[in-house]
């Protein structure tokens, strides 16, 4: 099975909470895992990925907490600022191709 | 912003008609892709390309077929459009050289309505 699903549909967090944003994968071949990020009218942009050889990845307040044995990985969003309203997109595939599987998309808000 | 302009960035169109839309890129890069946007869907793959007139079938590819006869530019074509292919199209363009295959860079879409 090629699926990858996201939950939650939307998330609605105030500012300076965390958000949170998981997604379940069912190819164990799968070795690349990337978080897009989409402003409305506008296309989806990557904003951090992972490999399966380390559980955790930071950037700013972004992090990507990855759970091999489980097939999960989630986004993390601390000090959620009103500008990071938008929908994001979980993905996976292999590292050493340009095959991508999408999440179905969360749409975050934050209110200040 | 990667230079990817897609034309036409709206277009209500009829059952049964041909449309075409077009993905233009500036960056040179090799890699070409189109997926649609859905909700509950996510992004879909439609079809891809690896250079010119070199193209192939994504996960739904039914309904859809593209041509690519310069480097910058992939054309995606409906040739008897249906209201199950309204949806937002998204052009995308990789380096598609190894070490970084993964990120994609999407153009800022075409709203496509089928009456």
């Known amino acids: 099975q090629q699926q990858v699903k996201q939950s939650p549909q939307s998330l609605i967090v105030q500012k300076g909470g965390i958000s949170i944003i998981n997604c379940a994968y069912e190819n164990t071949a799968f070795d690349y895992f990337p978080w897009y990020q989409q402003f409305p009218g506008k296309g989806p942009a990557l904003l951090i990925a992972?490999?399966?050889?380390?559980s955790e990845k930071k950037e700013g307040r972004f992090t990507i907490s990855f759970n091999k044995s489980a097939k999960q990985f989630s986004l993390h969003i601390m000090d959620s600022q009103p500008g990071d309203s938008a929908t994001y997109f979980c993905a996976a595939g292999y590292y050493n191709t340009d095959k991508l599987i999408f999440g179905t998309g969360t749409r975050l808000q934050v209110f200040p | 912003d990667a230079g990817i302009t897609q034309s036409p960035r709206h277009k209500v169109t009829e059952t049964g008609t041909p449309v075409t839309l077009r993905c233009h890129q500036t960056e040179n890069h090799r890699y070409m892709y189109w997926y649609r946007q859905d909700p509950g869907h996510g992004l879909r793959l439609i079809h891809y390309?690896?250079?010119?007139?070199?193209?192939d079938k994504g996960e739904v590819s039914d309904g859809y077929s593209v041509s690519r006869s310069k480097t910058e530019d992939f054309l995606l074509t409906l040739e008897s459009a249906t209201s199950s292919q309204t949806s937002v199209y998204f052009c995308?363009?990789?380096?598609?050289?190894?070490?970084?295959?993964?990120?994609?860079?999407f153009g800022e879409g075409s709203r496509l309505t089928v009456l």
């Open positions: 992972i490999r399966p050889d380390v």
């Open positions: 995308a363009i990789s380096h598609g050289t190894s070490g970084s295959p993964g990120e994609l860079f």
């Open positions: 390309s690896y250079g010119v007139k070199d193209t």
